[in-house]
C-alpha cells in the first residue's frame, strides 16, 4: 500500500524547490506562481502548475511550520458521509476513543452525501497536514489519493469499501445477516417481503440486495419487483415508496429496508399506520423495541474502534500489506409477528 525507500524511509515529500529544478524558475517565482499572484506570465503559471501536480506536490497554508521541517501533525481526519445518519454518531466516538489512548484529536469533516464535497473536504484535511484519513465514504474514486498514500498519509476505510480499493477497510457483514433476517421472515411464514434499498454506488447495498435475494432463492419465493424499490436517500422517499407499494393488490406481510433512515422514513408512513406488516432494518435504532422493528446491529461503535485501531496499526508499520478487519452484526428479533396465511 505505502512504499518505503531501501534505507526503510517513506519518501520524502515533494519540494518547491524539485519544482524550481525541473522548470528552471527560481523558487521565489514557483511559490508566487503557486499562491496565484497576479504578476506571473500565464505560460509560467501553467509550466508550475503542471510539474507541481506531476510530482504530487501540496502546498500547505496552514502548517507551514510543519512544511519546512517535512513533519505532519499528530492529528486524525475522519470524514464521514452524513452526520445526520443516526449511523455515524457512535462510529465517532468509537473513532475518538481509540484516538484519544494515542494522543491524537481528531478533525472531522461531513460529506452530507455529496462526493464533489467530500473530496473537497479531504483535501482541505489534507492541507492541515494530518498523519491520515478514516473514511466513510460517499464517493467511489478516490484515485486523487495516491500520491497521499505514496508519501506516507494513512488512509482507513469504514463501514463502505470502494470497489477495488487496496486501502485498510473495516466491514461488517452485510449479505450475511441480510440473507438471515429475510429467511426468519420466511420462517415465520412471510411469503411477500417488501425490500426497500439505498443506492448501489458503495459497499454494502449491493451486498444487502443479493443477502435478500438469496434468502428469497433458498424459500423458494419468486422476486417480485412490483414490492421492491431500490436507489432511495432520503426519508421522505421511503415514505412515498412503501405508501405506493401498499396502494395496490396483494399486500406485502413484511418490509425489509437496508438502512436505517429508510427505516425512519416507512415508520412515519400512513401505510404503516395502517396496515399490521413486520418491519425489519438494517442498522440500529433507539427506539426500535417500541415499535417491535427487528434491527441489523453493524455495531457502529466498534466499526469506528476497529478503524482507528488499523489507522495506528498502519501509522506504525507502513510497509505492512493491506489491512483488513470484520465487525459481525447482531441481530435483534423486534417482537416481529407470526404471519397466518387468512
Not at 192 to 220: K, Q, T
Amino acid at each position: 500500500m505505502t512504499e518505503k525507500t531501501h534505507g526503510g524511509r517513506m519518501p520524502q515529500r515533494p519540494r518547491m524547490q524539485d519544482i524550481a529544478d525541473v522548470t528552471g524558475f527560481t523558487v521565489k517565482t514557483v511559490s508566487r506562481a503557486l499562491s496565484g499572484e497576479p504578476n506571473v506570465r500565464a505560460t509560467t503559471r501553467e509550466a508550475v502548475l503542471a510539474e507541481a501536480m506531476r510530482i504530487g506536490f501540496q502546498r500547505n497554508d496552514i502548517a507551514a511550520g510543519l512544511r519546512r521541517t517535512g513533519q505532519r501533525m499528530s492529528t486524525v481526519g475522519v470524514m464521514l458521509s452524513d452526520l445526520s445518519n443516526p449511523f455515524f454518531p457512535p462510529l465517532l466516538r468509537g473513532i475518538h476513543a481509540v484516538a484519544a489512548e494515542h494522543g491524537f484529536p481528531i478533525i472531522v469533516a461531513e460529506a452530507a452525501g455529496d462526493a464533489s464535497l467530500e473530496r473537497a473536504a479531504i483535501e482541505g484535511l489534507l492541507a492541515q497536514r494530518v498523519s491520515g484519513l478514516i473514511v466513510a465514504p460517499t464517493g467511489t474514486d478516490f484515485a486523487y489519493l495516491a500520491n497521499e498514500l505514496h508519501f506516507g498519509s494513512v488512509l482507513v476505510f469504514v463501514d463502505s469499501t470502494p470497489l477495488g480499493s487496496a486501502a485498510d477497510t473495516v466491514t461488517t457483514a452485510n449479505d450475511v445477516s441480510t440473507h438471515e433476517v429475510i429467511a426468519g421472515l420466511i420462517a415465520r411464514g412471510h411469503r411477500r417481503i417488501a425490500f426497500l434499498g439505498h443506492p448501489d454506488a458503495g459497499y454494502g447495498a449491493p451486498l444487502r440486495w443479493e443477502g435478500y435475494l438469496s434468502a428469497l432463492r433458498e424459500g423458494g419465493i419468486d422476486l417480485d419487483m412490483s414490492i421492491v424499490r431500490r436507489g432511495l436517500t432520503a426519508e421522505a422517499e421511503a415514505t412515498a415508496a412503501v405508501d405506493a407499494i401498499f396502494a395496490g393488490e396483494d399486500l406485502p406481510t413484511a418490509v425489509f429496508a437496508d438502512n436505517n433512515r429508510l427505516t425512519v422514513g416507512i415508520l412515519k408512513s400512513a401505510a404503516y399506520a395502517r396496515h399490521a406488516f413486520a418491519m425489519a432494518s438494517f442498522d440500529s435504532l433507539d427506539f426500535a423495541d417500541q415499535f417491535g422493528v427487528t434491527t441489523i446491529d453493524s455495531r457502529p461503535l466498534e466499526v469506528g474502534r476497529a478503524g482507528a485501531e488499523l489507522f495506528f496499526r498502519r501509522l506504525a508499520a507502513p510497509e505492512l500489506p493491506p489491512l483488513r478487519a470484520h465487525v459481525e452484526a447482531r441481530i435483534h428479533w423486534g417482537g416481529t409477528p407470526l404471519f397466518v396465511p387468512a
